[in-house]
């Protein structure tokens, strides 16, 4: 296992009161990469130091941590730009990363299917290139493991011109992929199942949820960036209405913007959900900053008129009384908080109910009786109404269906009157 020495350099308030938290947080991310945290320093200051960011007093005392420890490398908290990672590497004489080099390592490391290996490496790419020139030791053979992982990495011996030409092929290779996504995604918006897309910062619990509402079995973990890969499951509520859910990747602050370009498609996703869950991690101590930095990312990818519900999760981990002062909250249906465990399952029946008030608000349950041998007229009801069952009877198909009374008045002659059993 690599051992690391992490540094976190601040210079506003705001850095300072975030750099304990900030730094918690680098060393989870330096576990999820395969490494062992072997020290931190902090050091805060009016200006960075252009030259390393910290002080030259600070880069001899990570030089001396980093040999007493036997670290294979120092972790900053913050980018670097090349010639200062040339710099520090020079003065410590161990390889040194930043932050997004190390989120992009995960990444690298994690990428199962071919579009997110493909976005990943156009991450790394196009990180990559405008330091090619400081060829510092993470950037030459002499760096191995963490921050040179990757499929870029052979790459990185070959010159610029051809690595511009690849990221050009990548960025064409993604296009078609998302082409076709989309045209996926088009045929679905034209269905009347909508789509609930669940987002977060990462860790808290989005795949844990997941597979509680459908009974799935994607990897969990307490590791960061568990999940690159969107994946798209119905789930069924208790009167038969349905919807389509999606996990999708998590959020972190100071999100590498690399990687927020390349997955912009997956998370464009989300913004023509019908409504999103925004799942927060409510034992942590940094939930509110948490909060925050995904309400931003959702901001800046331009999302903001769909619907949110806000899912306050891991409940079972809160004192007995704070746990049942946020329960007995969810008594308030309209309110578009739900307290819940993904764990255990508590509240997520709130959210179940919560859920169906925002897909289906004003929708009715009909029974549709038509003569058989009227395929157009099935088809079009298919499109317009959620089918929840459907049984035939002397020359005629039944069909219970949800449907919002504005969608289906063409229907107006075939709707049996009262009560019907099913
Ligand atoms: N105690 C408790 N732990 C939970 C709960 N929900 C999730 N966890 C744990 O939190 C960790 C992260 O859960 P995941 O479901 O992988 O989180 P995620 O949001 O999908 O994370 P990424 O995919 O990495 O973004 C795992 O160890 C889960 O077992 C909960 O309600 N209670
Ligand atoms: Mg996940």
Same mark, same amino acid.
């Given at each position: 296992?690599?051992?690391?020495?992490?540094?976190?350099?601040?210079?506003?308030?705001?850095?300072?009161?975030?750099?304990?938290?900030?730094?918690?947080? !680098?060393?989870?991310?330096?576990? $999820?990469? #395969?490494?062992?945290?072997?020290?931190?320093?902090?050091?805060?200051?009016?200006?960075?130091?252009?030259?390393?960011?910290?002080?030259?007093?600070?880069?001899?005392?990570?030089?001396?941590?980093?040999?007493?420890?036997?670290?294979?490398?120092?972790?900053?908290?913050?980018?670097?730009? $090349?010639?200062?990672?040339?710099?520090?590497?020079?003065?410590?004489?161990?390889?040194? !990363?930043?932050?997004?080099?190390?989120?992009?390592?995960?990444?690298? %490391?994690?990428?199962?299917?071919?579009?997110?290996?493909?976005?990943?490496?156009?991450?790394?790419?196009?990180?990559?290139?405008?330091?090619?020139?400081?060829? #510092?030791?993470? !950037?030459?053979? %002499?760096?191995?493991?963490?921050?040179?992982?990757?499929?870029?990495?052979?790459?990185?011996?070959?010159?610029?011109?051809?690595?511009?030409?690849?990221?050009?092929?990548?960025?064409?290779?993604?296009?078609?992929?998302?082409?076709?996504? /989309?045209?996926?995604?088009?045929?679905?918006?034209?269905?009347?199942?909508?789509?609930?897309?669940?987002?977060?910062?990462?860790?808290?619990?989005?795949?844990?949820?997941?597979?509680?509402?459908?009974?799935?079995?994607?990897?969990?973990?307490?590791?960061?960036?568990?999940?690159?890969?969107?994946?798209?499951?119905?789930?069924?509520?208790?009167?038969?209405?349905?919807?389509?859910?999606?996990?999708?990747?998590?959020?972190?602050?100071?999100?590498?913007?690399?990687?927020?370009?390349?997955?912009?498609?997956?998370?464009?996703?989300?913004?023509?959900?019908?409504?999103?869950?925004?799942?927060?991690?409510?034992?942590?101590?940094?939930?509110?900053?948490?909060?925050?930095?995904?309400?931003?990312?959702?901001?800046?990818?331009?999302?903001?008129?769909?619907?949110?519900?806000?899912?306050?999760?891991?409940?079972?981990?809160?004192?007995?009384?704070?746990?049942?002062?946020?329960?007995?909250?969810?008594?308030?249906?309209?309110?578009?908080?739900?307290?819940?465990?993904?764990? /255990?399952?508590?509240?997520?029946?709130?959210?179940?109910?919560? !859920?169906?008030?925002?897909?289906?608000?004003?929708?009715?349950?009909?029974?549709?009786? &038509?003569?058989?041998?009227?395929?157009?007229?099935?088809?079009?009801? $298919? =499109?317009?109404?959620?089918?929840?069952?459907? =049984?035939?009877?002397?020359?005629?198909?039944?069909?219970?269906?949800?449907?919002?009374?504005?969608?289906? &008045? /063409?229907?107006?002659?075939?709707?049996? %009157?009262?009560?019907?059993?099913?």
């Amino acid at each position: 296992m690599e051992r690391a020495i992490l540094v976190n350099v601040s210079v506003t308030k705001a850095e300072k009161d975030e750099a304990e938290e900030s730094l918690a947080e !680098l060393a989870g991310l330096a576990a $999820a990469a #395969g490494a062992e945290v072997a020290g931190k320093i902090t050091q805060v200051r009016p200006r960075l130091n252009p030259r390393w960011l910290v002080g030259e007093g600070k880069v001899k005392e990570i030089a001396d941590e980093a040999r007493e420890a036997a670290a294979d490398m120092v972790i900053f908290d913050r980018n670097l730009n $090349a010639s200062q990672q040339q710099n520090l590497e020079e003065e410590v004489r161990v390889k040194v !990363l930043d932050r997004t080099q190390l989120i992009l390592d995960i990444f690298a %490391q994690r990428a199962r299917t071919n579009e997110g290996k493909l976005q990943v490496e156009l991450a790394q790419l196009v990180y990559r290139l405008p330091r090619l020139r400081g060829k #510092g030791l993470s !950037l030459t053979q %002499q760096g191995a493991g963490i921050g040179t992982r990757g499929p870029g990495e052979k790459k990185l011996e070959v010159d610029r011109r051809r690595i511009t030409d690849r990221i050009t092929k990548l960025k064409r290779d993604i296009d078609g992929l998302e082409k076709r996504r /989309s045209s996926q995604r088009q045929s679905r918006r034209k269905s009347p199942v909508p789509t609930v897309s669940l987002v977060g910062y990462t860790s808290a619990g989005k795949s844990t949820l997941f597979n509680r509402l459908t009974e799935e079995r994607r990897y969990t973990s307490p590791n960061l960036f568990s999940t690159l890969d969107p994946l798209l499951r119905r789930v069924s509520l208790s009167d038969g209405a349905f919807f389509f859910l999606t996990d999708t990747v998590g959020f972190i602050r100071k999100l590498p913007v690399e990687l927020v370009t390349s997955f912009r498609a997956t998370l464009e996703e989300v913004g023509e959900a019908d409504c999103i869950c925004h799942v927060v991690d409510v034992s942590s101590p940094s939930c509110e900053h948490q909060l925050a930095a995904v309400e931003t990312v959702l901001a800046d990818l331009g999302i903001a008129d769909v619907p949110v519900i806000k899912i306050l999760n891991k409940i079972d981990l809160l004192p007995e009384e704070e746990r049942g002062l946020l329960l007995s909250r969810n008594a308030d249906t309209r309110s578009r908080t739900v307290a819940l465990s993904a764990k /255990s399952g508590e509240g997520v029946p709130d959210l179940l109910g919560r !859920l169906r008030e925002v897909l289906f608000a004003g929708h009715k349950v009909y029974t549709i009786r &038509v003569p058989k041998e009227t395929r157009e007229i099935t088809d079009s009801l $298919a =499109r317009r109404s959620l089918v929840l069952k459907r =049984r035939e009877s002397a020359g005629f198909v039944e069909f219970k269906v949800l449907a919002d009374p504005a969608g289906i &008045v /063409s229907f107006l002659p075939y709707i049996e %009157q009262g009560d019907v059993p099913w």
